[in-house]
Each structure stands twice: as structure tokens, then as C-alpha cells.
């Protein structure tokens, strides 16, 4: 076999007797953020697939190990940059966990909702852009005009549009504004009002349907020997979901809603990722239902001014909206860890590409990247 190894761009030459190395990346516009893939081509179709991550690689876990626990929540918050909230919250579990540290209840329902409304941002961004990766411009400002009238109840809480910096140990940083709870109903019944619009626009749109319909098709077993997680995973059949399966915060008490689809190609996460969303909206419902119910209180522990972690290890997972977040703590009594090894659902969720980009061809491929749902600052870490 001769192999040519080629760019993008007019240079490029196809050779029908050749087999191709193309290299899409480290900085290729369909990609979401600077990733590489290293495509074997025979003429138009993909033979082997090579995903090489590390461009972004910035050292997180050292950096954990220098820092206190207050700081370490400003790190931990950007791996995945549209999941901030989330995030934060497996470390300062991990944390109180350690400590024996129980929130207050009014915290523990805030940072349900907080979760919650993140998750429905993160999904209306992966709802707008996957159809601009497939030439669907419109959605887009459907998805962002939703994300904004969410973004405004999250902006007002917590001083952040995307790095909100509002757990701490042992709670939240500050009690809720007065109103707020009035706010975020009135957003999330608008946002569920207008979700069908979204719907209409892109599920029933023949074109999408054919380039998404039989489309990197994800089976249960390559979901299982991957570790993937996630909406991915349950558009494959995976009936897994932390929330319900290992309740954490307020989940034990809220009827979780588990979405499964069984094609697992692009058009059942898709869908998966939508129904994601409405159940998502219902469950801040309910927290803020909680929340007016529960009679005024704290919303944080008093902490010392310098926090030391007992020694011992323990290991915190969340269901963050792009699949399992998990961290795992090492403590020798110090105010810093002395090991935070993180688990993020993105760097799994990618690798199982080398396993299904073989036999598409190279348009296909755009379709299915798109539809795995990641953020590189969440692969490299």
C-alpha cells in the first residue's frame, strides 16, 4: 500500500490507486475547538480514523494540586466551558463528602435547579450548532435567543454568563435574589413554550433527517468497551442516568425522566438530546416548586478561613450534560489535594470515533463529529 499524506486545501490531490492520509485539524472549522483527525482515505470513504487530542492540554490536574478548595472550583469550572456549573459541583462534593459536611437543604435544592438550567444551556447550544455544521443556518438563532433568556436568570444569580463561580463548600456562595425564583419560572415556561419551534425547524426537515438518519450508527457494545456516557450513550440504548441510578443533590426526590432511543445514529442523539432538554425544564419546575416551599434559611456552612480536607480518598461523579463527570480526591490533611484526578465524559465520548467513522465517507464525517456532543477543553483537560 502507498500512502500520501495531504492537506486541505487547492493542492490537494486524490489518487484513485492511493490510499490518502488526511489530516482535518488542529484547527478546521468543523471541529469544535482544536482537534485532529488523522482520516485513512480510500478515494471519498474512510478506511481509519485516528483522533489525536492534546492540543489543548493545559495541565489542569497539577494546577489542582496547588491550589486550596476555594480555587480549585475557578479551574475545575472551564474543561467543559457550556457546563460550568456542573463542573463545580463534583469537587465540592467531593470535598464535603470528606469533611462529613452536610449543605444546607435550601442549598441543596438551589444547586439542583442551578444544574438543571445549566444542562439547558448546554443543550441549546449543541441544538443550534449541530445543524450549522450541516448547513442549517436558522436554528442557530432560535437556539441562542432560548439561551439567552436563560442565561439572564443565570447571569443575575451568579455575575457570570458562562464561568459562574457559585459553589462553595458546604453550599452556595450567596442566598438567592429576592424575585428570582419568579424569573426563572417565567423563563422556563417561555423556553418550553417555544422548544416546538426548534423541533418543527430541524426533526421534521427531510434534508436533516438524510444526513443524520443511518448515520453513525454507535452499537451498545462499543458504547460499553469505550466508557461512553451521556446522551450519546442512551441514543444507543444505554438505560443509565446518575441522577436516577446514584441520586446525588436533590435527585432522590424528583421523578427523573431517563431518555432512551435504539437506532444510536446521529438522528437518535439528536433526538435524545431534545427530550433531554424538555425533561430538564420539568425538573426546574419542580426545584423551584421546592425552593418557594421550603421556609427561609441558610444557604452555606461556616467554613474556616483555612480549609483542610481530613486524609482519606473518595470519588465524586455528577451526570453533566455531556455524559459522567467524576473526581477523584486524594487527601493527606492539607489545605490542596494531593491527587484530583478528573474523569470527563468528552475525552471517552471522542475515542470511540476511530470505531465508527470506518466506512463513511468524508461528508459523513462532519454529520457524525458533530453529533458526539463534545468540548475539547473537556477532552484535554
Not at 463534583?90 to 469533611?99: P, S, T
Not at 443543550?123 to 448547513?135: A, I, Q
Not at 481530613?310 to 489535594?337: C, F, M, Q
Request: net charge neutral; aromatic share 8%; glycine share 8%.
Amino acid at each position: 500500500m502507498t500512502e500520501r499524506v495531504v492537506g486541505i486545501g487547492a493542492g490537494a490531490k486524490e489518487l484513485a490507486t492511493e490510499d490518502m492520509i488526511l489530516n482535518i485539524g488542529p484547527q478546521h472549522p468543523s471541529t469544535h475547538g482544536v482537534l485532529r483527525l488523522r482520516l485513512t482515505l480510500d478515494g471519498e470513504r474512510i478506511t481509519a480514523a485516528e483522533p489525536i487530542v492534546g492540543y489543548m492540554h493545559r495541565g489542569a490536574e497539577k494546577l489542582f494540586e496547588v491550589r486550596d478548595y476555594r480555587q480549585i472550583i475557578m479551574l475545575a469550572n472551564r474543561h467543559d466551558w457550556l457546563s460550568g456549573f456542573a463542573n463545580e459541583l463534583g469537587v465540592v462534593i467531593a470535598a464535603e463528602r470528606m469533611l462529613g459536611m452536610e449543605p444546607p437543604v435550601r442549598a441543596v435544592w438551589a444547586r439542583t435547579l442551578l444544574a438543571e438550567l445549566n444542562r439547558v444551556l448546554n443543550h441549546l447550544m449543541f441544538l443550534g450548532s449541530y445543524p450549522l455544521e450541516l448547513g442549517a443556518m436558522t436554528p442557530l438563532f432560535y437556539a441562542f435567543n432560548e439561551r439567552e433568556r436563560i442565561q439572564a436568570v443565570m447571569e443575575e444569580i451568579s455575575g457570570g454568563r458562562m464561568h459562574y463561580m457559585f459553589n462553595r463548600v458546604g453550599g452556595l456562595k450567596e442566598d438567592l435574589p429576592l424575585g428570582w425564583l419568579d424569573r426563572v419560572s417565567a423563563a422556563v415556561a417561555e423556553t418550553r413554550r417555544r422548544v416546538p419551534d426548534i423541533e418543527n425547524l430541524i426533526l421534521h426537515n427531510e434534508i436533516f433527517i438524510a444526513r443524520t438518519k443511518g448515520v453513525g450508527v454507535l452499537t451498545r457494545e462499543q458504547i460499553m468497551q469505550y466508557g461512553v456516557s451521556g446522551p450519546i450513550a442512551r441514543a444507543s440504548g444505554v438505560d443509565f442516568d446518575l441522577r436516577r441510578d446514584d441520586p446525588y443533590l436533590a435527585y432522590g426526590e424528583l421523578p427523573v425522566k431517563v431518555v432512551t432511543r435504539g437506532a444510536g445514529d446521529c438522528h437518535a442523539r439528536f433526538e435524545v438530546l431534545f427530550d433531554q432538554l424538555k425533561v430538564s425544564l420539568d425538573l426546574a419546575d419542580a426545584c423551584v416548586e421546592r425552593l418557594r416551599e421550603l421556609p427561609p434559611g441558610p444557604i452555606n456552612q461556616r467554613l474556616p478561613k483555612v480549609l483542610k480536607v481530613p486524609e482519606g480518598h473518595t470519588y465524586a461523579w455528577t451526570e453533566n450534560p455531556l455524559g459522567i463527570n467524576g473526581y477523584y480526591l486524594v487527601s493527606r490533611g492539607d489545605k490542596t489535594p494531593w491527587r484530583l484526578k478528573l474523569r470527563s465524559a468528552s475525552y471517552n465520548n471522542i475515542q470511540v470515533l476511530r470505531e465508527m467513522l470506518p466506512g463513511h465517507v468524508v461528508a459523513d464525517m462532519v454529520a457524525i463529529l458533530g453529533s458526539m456532543f463534545f468540548v475539547v477543553g473537556d477532552i484535554d483537560k
